[in-house]
């Protein structure tokens, strides 16, 4: 049975993982990229002069689990990182 699959969306366009299935190569995988979205997509820190945030809202601020569709997945990933699980509950992946 094939392992679950591992998806990188980066501006609503799909960066499928096909890595080997190890700790180091998916924290390898998972730090390249989040490196580069943190240097070329997230704003630079606030200094305590500035105060408040720059502007920019998270697409889940309490970071909760939840259910979405195929709509809102993509309103989701148009915002900004997120990590999705996909799941069919006949499946036991």
Same mark, same amino acid.
């Given at each position: 049975?094939?392992?679950?699959?591992?998806?990188?969306?980066?501006?609503? @366009?799909?960066?499928?993982?096909?890595?080997?299935?190890?700790?180091?190569?998916?924290?390898?995988?998972?730090?390249?990229?989040?490196? $580069?979205?943190?240097?070329?997509?997230?704003?630079?820190?606030?200094?305590?002069?500035?105060?408040?945030?720059?502007?920019?809202?998270?697409?889940?601020?309490?970071?909760?689990?939840?259910?979405?569709? $195929?709509?809102?997945?993509?309103?989701?990933?148009?915002?900004?990182?997120?990590?999705?699980?996909?799941?069919?509950?006949?499946?036991? @992946?």
């Amino acid at each position: 049975m094939p392992d679950p699959q591992i998806i990188l969306y980066k501006d609503g @366009q799909p960066t499928q993982y096909s890595g080997e299935r190890t700790y180091e190569k998916l924290e390898e995988f998972i730090e390249t990229h989040s490196s $580069e979205y943190a240097r070329t997509q997230l704003p630079m820190a606030p200094s305590e002069s500035e105060g408040g945030s720059a502007g920019r809202t998270r697409p889940n601020p309490e970071g909760r689990v939840m259910e979405v569709d $195929e709509k809102e997945l993509d309103v989701f990933t148009r915002q900004g990182p997120v990590l999705v699980d996909f799941y069919a509950p006949w499946c036991s @992946q």
